[in-house]
């Protein structure tokens, strides 16, 4: 009988540990990575097929291969993570995302109606969507005409522009001239609805954010394996 051993001292069983702790360590990073950015892919495809396509550049991704390292658990523990974050210090985007992808009952902050505008003024002033309260401060209210509050026929408010000035290739309320006059190409209207109001509005949930990433989550042991054999 032939028979052969062969044996190991310590310091090499420990750098054999080591380098493979390593590789795990790197897969995991990797794959989490890979995981989150997928998930990322995958909700703003999501925004932009329930039409919320204006929202879904809020939503970013992060992970810890970005950072370039694992967070240590006890002696030869460790875990790696990538996740989904909204990216914005707009307070409306927020709320509208958390909105539309949890549900939300909205109802006013200040005063007693939550105003929408009509399609027969400005939808933006800048980049701001435009509310009464950014009308005035704009100063639309001297150069369009003064918001005035009127009762609707459904008893609902109207807050509407008397005498407004007419035209322009969308046929929107526009500016008046210096002199208050009408510029070339407007007319002048009685009156024009510019803000409706509402006691209270709903959202209901049209992104299932959760299910998007809990699918990619169940992918990372998957994606660990691929990374670790490629090594092997």
């Given at each position: 009988?032939?028979?052969?051993?062969?044996?190991?001292?310590?310091?090499?069983?420990?750098?054999?540990?080591?380098?493979?702790?390593?590789?795990?360590?790197?897969?995991?990073?990797?794959?989490?990575?890979?995981?989150?950015?997928?998930?990322?892919?995958?909700?703003?495809?999501?925004?932009?097929s329930a039409g919320l396509g204006g929202l879904q550049n809020a939503i970013i991704q992060f992970s810890d291969l970005e950072k370039g390292k694992v967070y240590r658990r006890g002696k030869?523990?460790?875990?790696?993570?990538?996740?989904?974050?909204?990216?914005?210090?707009?307070?409306?985007?927020?709320?509208?995302?958390?909105?539309?992808?949890?549900?939300?009952?909205?109802?006013?902050?200040?005063?007693?109606?939550?105003?929408?505008?009509?399609?027969?003024?400005?939808?933006?002033?800048?980049?701001?969507?435009?509310?009464?309260?950014?009308?005035?401060?704009?100063?639309?209210?001297?150069?369009?005409?003064?918001?005035?509050?009127?009762?609707?026929?459904?008893?609902?408010?109207?807050?509407?522009?008397?005498?407004?000035?007419?035209?322009g290739p969308r046929g929107l309320v526009g500016k008046r001239n210096k002199s208050g006059g009408l510029r070339k190409g407007f007319q002048e209207k009685a009156f024009v609805v510019a803000?409706?109001?509402?006691?209270?509005?709903?959202?209901?949930?049209?992104?299932?954010?959760?299910?998007?990433?809990?699918?990619?989550?169940?992918?990372?042991?998957?994606?660990?394996?691929?990374?670790?054999?490629?090594?092997?």
């Amino acid at each position: 009988m032939i028979k052969a051993s062969f044996a190991f001292d310590r310091s090499f069983v420990a750098s054999f540990k080591k380098q493979s702790i390593q590789r795990l360590e790197r897969a995991a990073l990797v794959a989490t990575h890979k995981a989150s950015l997928d998930a990322k892919r995958e909700v703003r495809a999501a925004f932009g097929s329930a039409g919320l396509g204006g929202l879904q550049n809020a939503i970013i991704q992060f992970s810890d291969l970005e950072k370039g390292k694992v967070y240590r658990r006890g002696k030869d523990g460790f875990s790696a993570s990538g996740g989904l974050a909204i990216n914005t210090t707009n307070e409306r985007t927020v709320g509208a995302i958390i909105s539309y992808t949890e549900g939300a009952e909205i109802a006013p902050i200040k005063g007693r109606w939550l105003w929408f505008s009509t399609n027969e003024i400005p939808r933006k002033v800048g980049r701001q969507r435009m509310t009464p309260e950014l009308y005035k401060k704009s100063g639309l209210e001297q150069s369009m005409g003064e918001l005035v509050y009127v009762r609707g026929i459904n008893g609902r408010p109207l807050l509407v522009i008397k005498n407004a000035a007419v035209g322009g290739p969308r046929g929107l309320v526009g500016k008046r001239n210096k002199s208050g006059g009408l510029r070339k190409g407007f007319q002048e209207k009685a009156f024009v609805v510019a803000f409706i109001g509402i006691p209270r509005t709903s959202r209901q949930r049209r992104v299932d954010v959760l299910q998007i990433v809990q699918a990619n989550a169940n992918r990372v042991g998957d994606l660990i394996n691929i990374e670790m054999q490629k090594g092997s």
